[in-house]
T-cell receptor, first 113, second 112 residues
Framework: DSGVTQTPKHLITATGQRVTLRCSPR?????VYWYQQSLDQGLQFLIQ???????AKGNILERFSAQQFPDLHSELNLSSLELGDSALYFC????????????FGPGTRLLVL | EDKVVQSPLSLVVHEGDTVTLNCSYE??????LLWYKQEKKAPTFLFML????IEKKSGRLSSILDKKELFSILNITATQTGDSAIYLC????????????FGTGTQLKVEL
């Protein structure tokens, strides 16, 4: 158990809908990362937050957004969902956000029908 | 653009065999290389390598980095069925932030 928690575990929704994925980092970690893992793309970085501020952005779609709250938990919002958004979404955390190991949460499996 | 390539894509071995997984990388300013093991769900951290030629070891797993030739290997000796997993190699982005660029992974299956 890495200490990173994610909810929900599984999510099934329809195309066009909006969902929110939630992540709580390990105690003491200030940085949170979101990754998407699909069968054809592997693990892809979406976005990083450090102490509430956006630090780095990957190939995150405009339909997706994220934020990190004062208590350091983070939410990833996915809107206007398409079939291709079906994937595993992982949250990871690290202490400072520069150069150290990231610890991954158990992931949220999203299925868009 | 940072690039990580892993080989082989998959392999099947018998319990007790030794396996070597490969990871080559291309990054602008290298800082470190990380190995993760992914079973059913979340990738779990195995090793972080920063210095060339220094082996990191944990039980039957070991890993070494060659910064001159830009690759790393992960060795697993006396494999067990519980070693069956996808092994991922990653390097931190060399620009701002700390995103990880992952290879596609090596799927290892250990059979009795």
């Amino acid at each position: 158990d890495s200490g990173v928690t994610q909810t929900p575990k599984h999510l099934i929704t329809a195309t066009g809908q909006r969902v929110t994925l939630r992540c709580s980092p390990r105690s003491g970690d200030l940085s949170v990362y979101w990754y998407q893992q699909s069968l054809d793309q592997g693990l892809q970085f979406l976005i990083q937050y450090y102490n509430g501020e956006e630090r780095a952005k990957g190939n995150i779609l405009e339909r997706f957004s994220a934020q990190q709250f004062p208590d350091l938990h983070s939410e990833l919002n996915l809107s206007s969902l398409e079939l291709g958004d079906s994937a595993l979404y992982f949250c990871a955390s690290s202490e400072t956000g520069v150069g150290e190991t990231q610890y991954f949460g158990p992931g949220t499996r999203l299925l868009v029908l | 653009e940072d690039k990580v390539v892993q080989s082989p894509l998959s392999l099947v071995v018998h319990e007790g065999d030794t396996v070597t997984l490969n990871c080559s990388y291309e990054v602008t300013n290298f800082r470190s290389l990380l190995w993760y093991k992914q079973e059913k769900k979340a990738p779990t951290f195995l090793f972080m390598l920063t210095s060339s030629g220094i082996e990191k070891k944990s039980g039957r797993l070991s890993s070494i980095l060659d910064k001159k030739e830009l690759f790393s290997i992960l060795n697993i000796t006396a494999t067990q069925t519980g070693d069956s997993a996808i092994y991922l190699c990653a390097v931190p982005f060399t620009g701002g932030g700390n995103k990880l660029t992952f290879g596609t992974g090596t799927q290892l299956k250990v059979e009795l």
